[in-house]
Nanobody, 124 residues
Framework: QVQLVESGGGLVQAGGSLRLSCVAS????????MGWFRQPPGKEREFVAA????????YYADSVKGRFTMSRDNAKNTVYLQMNSLKPEDTAVYYC?????????????????WGQGTQVTVSP
């Protein structure tokens, strides 16, 4: 099992930027994908981005492609989500997640380990 702790959320005006961090601890070598998901108020949780823990593959939801960038620092056991050109519709609780499964990295059910979430609020 791996423990995940997110940070970096906050309140920002539309057009602004935030960088989320997710520090992971535990037996990380067995994990394949690290993902970011978000849950807007009153809506279901949705996929945002995913990155291979040991590789360069990165995938994004269409709604954030070109604005968000996911990266990792293996030495620090940390993944990041750089969010630029933020919009009010990006307002959500953002969650970091990890999975040992190599497939279906966009699916919530794929991920067995989750952080507690960090709130991102984008004002108009």
């Amino acid at each position: 099992q791996v423990q995940l702790v997110e940070s970096g959320g906050g309140l920002v005006q539309a057009g602004g930027s935030l960088r989320l961090s997710c520090v992971a601890s535990g037996r990380l070598f067995s994990y394949y994908w690290m993902g970011w998901f978000r849950q807007p108020p009153g809506k279901e949780r949705e996929f945002v981005a995913a990155i291979r823990w040991s590789g360069d593959n990165t995938y994004y939801a269409d709604s954030v492609k070109g604005r968000f960038t996911m990266s990792r620092d293996n030495a620090k056991n940390t993944v990041y989500l750089q969010m630029n050109s933020l919009k009010p519709e990006d307002t959500a609780v953002y969650y970091c997640a990890a999975t040992r499964t190599s497939q279906a990295m966009r699916a919530i059910a794929t991920y067995g380990d989750w952080g507690q979430g960090t709130q991102v609020t984008v004002s108009p």
